[in-house]
């Protein structure tokens, strides 16, 4: 019989069978899927975990601290973090293509992760990684028959043979909605358990051209203001995710005050989904769309216009990029 008690102990087992005494890691991406993963393989081998926390400056507001303080209360994990900020900021200056984006920032990931694994590794052999794959992952990277590879997820993978990892990935036959209630399960708290999805890729991928540090500030308090609104209208749990996306690379006229702008347009981009394969646009109550574009035409200087798009998934998908 199928209850999310047994999904635990299953994998509990099934970590421990493939682990025995050995050691892991596991890079927590501030999203909802590593943090399961993480303490799914900490109820499993406890300390014998380390886990990576790669800062590289393209979170939400308040995430770094989510993890530092709330995930660590909730789990006892043992925790580094890297701050990577400067790194991705120079990696990523002057590219605006979408793919190219998402491979830097991989690329970068892995490197950073790379030399944090070295250094854990040299304290006492590590053989395991940890990863937070979903089903969904391994058929949109093209990992089931036949699926095209539609945008290049970024996950930690493809580390080199001198690290010879074995993969943990405790997660790979779940979907979304089976991870939270693991989640949930092992003790997490609500607000890491329904957190919205956030791609590995993070804000990177919702600035529609340049990743400057500039521009991130813009979006990560755009961002930061619709959720305030989203949440204090009780609609976390209603919609899937809420991209807000930065058009860094569009400018249009305005009038504030007695005073002509020319800023940049926010897209919200709230959708509903049972797995994210497929979504749908959510009617969100007009009051709650006029307090997160006033509030942000108000308070976030750069933005001069707020816009929501309207389209389910396919065609668009739900990121854009
Ligand atoms: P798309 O844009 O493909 O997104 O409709 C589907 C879901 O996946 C999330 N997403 C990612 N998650 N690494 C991730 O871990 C990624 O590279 C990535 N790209 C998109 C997206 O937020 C949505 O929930």
């Not at 989510?66 to 991705?88: M, N, P, S, Y």
């Not at 892995?110 to 250094?119: G, L, N, P, T």
């Not at 709650?288 to 035409?297: A, D, K, Y």
């Amino acid at each position: 019989e199928w209850t999310v008690a047994s999904i635990v102990d299953d994998q509990v087992r099934a970590i421990r069978a493939q682990v025995g005494d050995g050691r892991a890691i596991c890079g927590l991406s501030g999203g909802v899927d590593s943090a399961v993963a993480a303490a799914l393989v900490q109820r499993a081998i406890g300390d014998r975990l380390t886990c990576v926390f790669v800062d590289h400056g393209l979170l939400r507001a308040g995430e770094r601290t989510q993890v530092e303080r709330d995930f660590v209360a909730a789990t006892g994990v043992k925790l580094v973090t890297v701050d990577a900020r400067e790194r991705f900021l120079t990696a990523l200056a002057g590219v605006t293509d979408p793919e190219e984006k998402r491979k830097i920032i991989g690329r970068e990931f892995i490197r950073v992760f790379e030399q944090a694994a070295r250094d854990i590794k040299a304290e006492g052999g590590v053989d395991f990684l940890v990863q937070g794959t979903l089903y969904p992952d391994v058929v949109e990277s093209g990992g089931g028959a036949g699926t095209a590879n539609i945008k290049s997820h970024h996950n930690v993978g493809g580390l080199p043979d001198d690290l010879s990892f074995q993969l943990v990935e405790p997660l790979r036959t779940l979907f979304k909605d089976e991870v939270r209630r693991v989640g949930l399960e092992l003790g997490l708290p609500e607000t890491i358990v329904h957190r919205q999805p956030f791609p590995g890729p993070g804000l990177g991928i919702r600035i529609i051209g340049e990743v400057t540090a500039g521009n991130l500030e813009i979006l990560r308090a755009a961002d930061a203001i619709a959720r305030e609104e989203l949440t204090s209208a009780g609609l976390d749990r209603d919609i899937w995710q809420c991209p807000v996306v930065l058009l860094a690379d569009v400018r249009s006229v305005g009038v504030q005050g007695d005073g002509r702008t020319y800023g940049h347009p926010v897209v919200l981009r709230p959708v509903s989904s049972e797995d994210a394969m497929t979504a749908d646009w959510s009617r969100l109550p007009y009051d709650v769309l006029e307090r997160i574009s006033t509030r942000i035409t108000n308070e976030v200087h750069e933005v001069n216009r707020v816009v929501l798009d309207i389209t389910s998934k396919p065609p668009g998908t739900i990121e854009w990029e």
